[in-house]
């Protein structure tokens, strides 16, 4: 181990070796700590690097042992691969790019997507509500059964959608309607073992004096496969 070298990335402070930056010589930090690439220092004589400095933190762990190790429930990937792309790591890029199963062979994904369709009039002061409702596609029956079953005060209906799948459609209903159901359902939701893996927004305008303003929550858990 060399003396440490502290870096400030994108206002991120991080501590580390000469020789864990020196590790893949012709990286871009490689290069940098070698004197072949001009650097930059901030107030205090920092390094800094105009860059993520959340995401510097995977990238300085591979560093260290060279082993990719990500929470299972990081959504960054993409933004990853250019910080690896940056750096120039080539066995980091390579990693990203070949990445292992989440989950163990036997085990698999069920996804639930939870949407909340809004139509807002552009005329009114403040912004009205014209109408509300709220989606729940999956493939996972059981839950659809459960939430059939514990949500039977609202007014709902049930469709088949593509891949095998199945939709419940909650509403019209108004706005603290919506809200109220909502937060009932993603709290079921949760407590069958589902987390939030990410959500959306997306606005569009259907006619000259409304918008629509759609809402999507995925959620995540994992199970294991059943053989036929």
């Not at 020196?22 to 940098?32: C, E, F, N, V, W």
């Not at 070949?98 to 909340?116: A, N, T």
């Not at 509403?171 to 959306?200: A, W």
């Not at 259907?206 to 858990?221: D, G, L, M, Q, Y």
């Amino acid at each position: 181990m060399s003396s440490p070298v502290t870096l400030n990335v994108g206002g991120h402070m991080y501590t580390t070796s000469l020789s864990t930056l020196q590790r893949y010589p012709d990286s871009m930090l490689g290069a940098m700590f070698r004197g072949d690439f001009p650097t930059t220092r901030d107030s205090k004589g920092n390094y800094f690097i105009d860059r993520d400095g959340t995401l510097f933190r995977y990238i300085l762990n591979f560093l260290r042992t060279s082993e990719l190790t990500l929470p299972a429930d990081f959504t960054e990937t993409d933004l990853l691969r250019k910080e690896a792309d940056f750096y120039q790591i080539e066995p980091l890029i390579h990693c990203l790019h070949d990445p292992k199963p989440l989950y163990p062979p036997d085990i698999y994904e069920q996804v639930v997507e939870l949407s909340s369709t809004r139509k807002l009039s552009k005329y009114s002061n403040p912004v009205a509500v014209i109408i509300t409702q709220l989606t729940i596609t999956t493939k996972v029956h059981g839950l659809l059964e459960g939430i059939s079953n514990n949500f039977t005060k609202w007014s709902k209906h049930m469709m088949d959608t593509r891949d095998c799948q199945v939709s419940f459609t909650f509403g019209p209903c108004d706005y603290h309607q919506e809200i109220s159901l909502r937060v009932h359902l993603m709290d079921y939701i949760m407590k069958q073992g589902f987390t939030i893996r990410n959500t959306r927004v997306h606005h569009m305008s259907e006619r000259a004096n409304e918008n629509t303003v759609e809402h999507h929550w995925t959620f995540c858990r994992p199970a294991r496969k059943v053989e036929d």
